[in-house]
């Protein structure tokens, strides 16, 4: 039988779960007032009932976006000559025969990835709520469109890449957020680092 390891608790797996969906919703509602379309009412009800929604559903993603400082924010910024070496070999993915260092528990590309989703998130959601509780600064409501928007782009191109390297390219990366566990072995070629920190090699 094969070995598993925990990589994710029950906590991490629904505060992901969360802060995927929110943002989904986020992004369809968000389209749908921005450029008015007409589909949307179907969904949502009006413009209006739209952008209520999106309002706080905004706030259920700052609060999960939030709680993911508990879980990746140290890992995230912890750097050595291994990340150095990460950055390098380009991770591994450009080439089969590149011997890429041993990593932690999230992998370097994982750290910056989450970093620039947290920084982006995070602007998302302190002009999101100028937008929404400031209507009436004109100057603030200007930058925080911009900003906001902005953000919201670089998020909407980093998610497709991430869903992309959780599933087709680096099979079994996705029962992670799943079912919280991986294989020893897919562990020890990915995560060796973490596996000795770990005691499990």
Not at 19 to 38: D, H, N, P
Not at 116 to 137: N, Q, Y
Request: hydrophobic share 55%.
């Amino acid at each position: 039988m094969t070995e598993m390891v925990r990589k994710t608790n029950a906590f991490e797996i629904i505060n992901h779960w969360v802060l995927a969906i929110s943002f989904f919703i986020l992004a369809i509602s968000g389209y749908g007032f921005l450029f008015q379309l007409e589909e949307m009412n179907s969904i949502f009800g009006s413009f209006n009932q739209m952008r209520v929604i999106h309002n706080w559903v905004g706030v259920v993603f700052a609060a999960s976006l939030f709680l993911t400082l508990f879980s990746y924010i140290v890992e995230a910024l912890s750097v050595s000559a291994d990340d150095i070496g990460w950055i390098i070999r380009g991770g591994g993915y450009f080439s089969k025969k590149a011997k890429v260092p041993p990593q932690g528990k999230l992998n370097t590309g994982q750290k910056l990835y989450y970093l620039v989703a947290l920084l982006t998130g995070i602007a998302i959601a302190a002009f999101g709520f100028v937008i929404w509780l400031m209507p009436g600064v004109k100057k603030w409501i200007l930058i925080s469109h911009l900003v906001h928007n902005i953000s919201f782009d670089l998020m909407v191109i980093a998610i497709p890449l991430h869903i992309y390297l959780a599933t087709l390219a680096n099979p079994g990366t996705f029962r992670i957020m799943v079912y919280g566990t991986v294989p020893l072995e897919w562990a020890r070629k990915r995560h060796e680092k973490w596996l000795r920190e770990m005691g499990k090699i």
